[in-house]
């Protein structure tokens, strides 16, 4: 309609006083409880590996599109080094520093090689139809998608308390606003926030 008015195809813009509120989507996690229901599970087969690979995801923060192109080149020493196929821009994770170090152990489970794992992970449609099978063994929400373990890793590490520039680092966010739209901040965020906040004015 802006548009429009400029080439005076119309006069005036009927929507040009209307302001379209910004809409804040919550968006889905898996709780710490249900991420460690998820480690212990026994899995096989297919099952087995597209676990890996949501955990996978919970570990780094990484999108789908760049866990399935993921090869062990991007594996330096200790380092995950990727260029995001979204934006182009690439993300350093320090998995050794991430949830104890559980992405590099699924690597070693892969022979040393996450290649062994991400070339077998399947389109994402698949993947969504053997994860929701998975999930709902361990009471996740159903509306819970393969995307989610993005959600988790920023909410996860806002629980432990991480700086949100750090989680913003991670995640690859261009926006400090699009990193607080996928880190959920819950009571637990809150109370593990302000907990370091009184240990640091008790001298501890």
């Not at 509120?21 to 229901?37: A, D, N």
């Not at 819970?144 to 959600?151: A, G, K, L, V, Y």
């Not at 590490?157 to 989680?167: H, M």
Request: aromatic content about 6%.
């Amino acid at each position: 309609l802006n548009e429009a008015k400029k080439r005076d195809l119309i006069s005036t813009n009927p929507f040009e006083r209307f302001r379209i509120q910004q809409m804040v989507s919550k968006k889905g996690y898996i709780t710490s409880e249900q991420l460690s229901k998820l480690e212990r599970m026994q899995l096989k087969g297919r099952d087995d590996i597209v676990r890996d690979a949501f955990l996978f995801g919970c570990y780094t923060g990484l999108r789908f599109s760049d866990i399935t192109s993921l090869r062990q080149d991007n594996i330096q020493g200790e380092w995950l080094v990727k260029k995001m196929q979204k934006t182009g821009s690439t993300v350093e994770i320090p998995l050794a520093e991430l949830f104890g170090g559980k992405a590099l152990a699924i690597i070693s489970k892969y022979n040393g090689n996450i290649g062994n794992l991400t070339k077998k992970i399947g389109s994402n449609q698949s993947v969504n139809k053997v994860l929701r099978g998975i999930l709902d063994k361990i009471g996740a929400d159903p509306k819970i998608t393969f995307h989610s373990s993005r959600h988790t890793c920023a909410t996860l590490l806002g629980q432990k308390g991480v700086d949100i520039a750090v989680v913003q680092k991670i995640l690859g966010h261009t926006k400090m606003q699009t990193t607080e739209i996928y880190r959920e901040v819950d009571r637990r965020t809150i109370q593990n926030t302000l907990g370091k906040l009184k240990r640091k004015s008790n001298g501890k």
